[in-house]
């Protein structure tokens, strides 16, 4: 039986070219015997699918994409666009696959943005179970145009990283970032949730270095992660990481009071 309901499919070129880049870098690509991507909820067309393929051939030429959508009409849509490696079929959070595959990675993107929050947690669930070993789910949301994102990594052991991605040319601030968190988060950015110290430091530390943008939006965002970090945040990554507009925290530094994995 396909678990969940038909969303609005937006979908366009280079939308989901941020996300793209951190999945590459996930050991699972290169370690898994069977490097199958999923790319769940892929929308009104093929693109992202066929993007992401191109993006992640070259981690591991054995790779493969499956794109899984609820409404029978975008799966005929898109097949009518599959190449050797990339192929569509009906489904939801179940992640029905072939002989019974499991995914190193399934992507959902801007498909839980349009489910109540109380729904989040059990699809979840239901994905992560589809994983195989050491398999993550990289569910977020963007904006339009992909120049706004966040995601959150989650494995079989919860939730484990947020990382927003920002184009930094003209940012004003980053907490526009607040307003494409994912379900999880969206509804927390209120006094007394972690969520909104994050985006609050995010925002302090992005006006405090402002004079940095002399040298360039990346320098000036260098030194908020830097900061960020020197505050007592769990920072991740490096110089090379941030310069893309990226900062990834510890789940547990933004966990909404109340959460529960299982």
Same mark, same amino acid.
């Given at each position: 039986?396909?678990?969940?309901?038909?969303?609005?499919?937006?979908?366009?070129?280079?939308?989901?070219? !941020?996300?793209?880049?951190? #999945?590459?870098? +996930?050991? /699972? $690509? *290169?370690?898994?015997?069977?490097?199958? @991507? =999923?790319?769940?909820?892929?929308?009104?067309?093929?693109?992202?699918?066929?993007?992401?393929?191109?993006?992640?051939?070259?981690?591991?030429?054995?790779?493969?994409?499956?794109?899984?959508?609820?409404?029978?009409?975008?799966?005929?849509?898109?097949?009518?666009?599959?190449?050797?490696?990339?192929?569509?079929?009906?489904?939801?959070?179940?992640?029905?696959?072939?002989?019974? !595959?499991?995914?190193?990675? #399934?992507?959902? +993107?801007? /498909? $839980? *943005?349009?489910?109540?929050?109380?729904? @989040? =947690?059990?699809?979840?669930?239901?994905?992560?179970?589809?994983?195989?070993?050491g398999g993550v789910l990289v569910e977020g949301t963007c904006n339009e145009v992909g120049r706004v994102c966040a995601w959150i990594d989650i494995t079989a052991d919860g939730p484990q990283t947020l990382t927003v991605s920002l184009r930094l040319d003209d940012l004003e601030s980053p907490g526009i970032v607040a307003e494409r968190l994912p379900k999880a988060l969206i509804?927390?950015?209120?006094?007394?949730?972690?969520?909104?110290?994050?985006?609050?430091?995010?925002?302090?530390?992005?006006?405090?270095?402002?004079?940095?943008?002399?040298?360039?939006?990346?320098?000036?965002?260098?030194?908020?992660?830097?900061?960020?970090?020197?505050?007592?945040?769990?920072?991740?990554?490096?110089?090379?990481?941030?310069?893309?507009?990226?900062?990834?925290?510890?789940?547990?530094?933004?966990?909404?009071?109340?959460?529960?994995?299982?």
């Amino acid at each position: 039986m396909v678990e969940g309901r038909v969303t609005r499919g937006t979908t366009g070129t280079n939308r989901l070219r !941020r996300v793209d880049r951190w #999945i590459a870098t +996930l050991p /699972v $690509l *290169r370690s898994s015997g069977d490097p199958l @991507v =999923v790319d769940l909820g892929f929308g009104a067309s093929a693109t992202t699918s066929l993007e992401l393929f191109e993006r992640l051939r070259p981690v591991n030429p054995a790779l493969e994409v499956i794109g899984i959508e609820i409404e029978p009409e975008r799966v005929r849509v898109a097949s009518a666009r599959a190449v050797p490696g990339v192929s569509f079929r009906v489904g939801g959070f179940e992640v029905p696959l072939p002989s019974d !595959r499991r995914p190193a990675v #399934i992507r959902a +993107l801007n /498909v $839980l *943005r349009q489910y109540d929050e109380h729904e @989040v =947690v059990p699809n979840w669930r239901r994905m992560v179970d589809r994983l195989q070993p050491g398999g993550v789910l990289v569910e977020g949301t963007c904006n339009e145009v992909g120049r706004v994102c966040a995601w959150i990594d989650i494995t079989a052991d919860g939730p484990q990283t947020l990382t927003v991605s920002l184009r930094l040319d003209d940012l004003e601030s980053p907490g526009i970032v607040a307003e494409r968190l994912p379900k999880a988060l969206i509804h927390r950015n209120v006094p007394g949730e972690r969520t909104h110290d994050f985006i609050e430091a995010l925002d302090r530390h992005w006006r405090y270095n402002a004079g940095l943008a002399t040298f360039g939006a990346s320098q000036r965002w260098i030194a908020v992660a830097k900061a960020m970090k020197a505050e007592g945040w769990p920072v991740r990554g490096t110089q090379r990481r941030w310069r893309l507009g990226e900062l990834t925290v510890d789940w547990a530094s933004v966990e909404p009071g109340g959460f529960s994995w299982r």
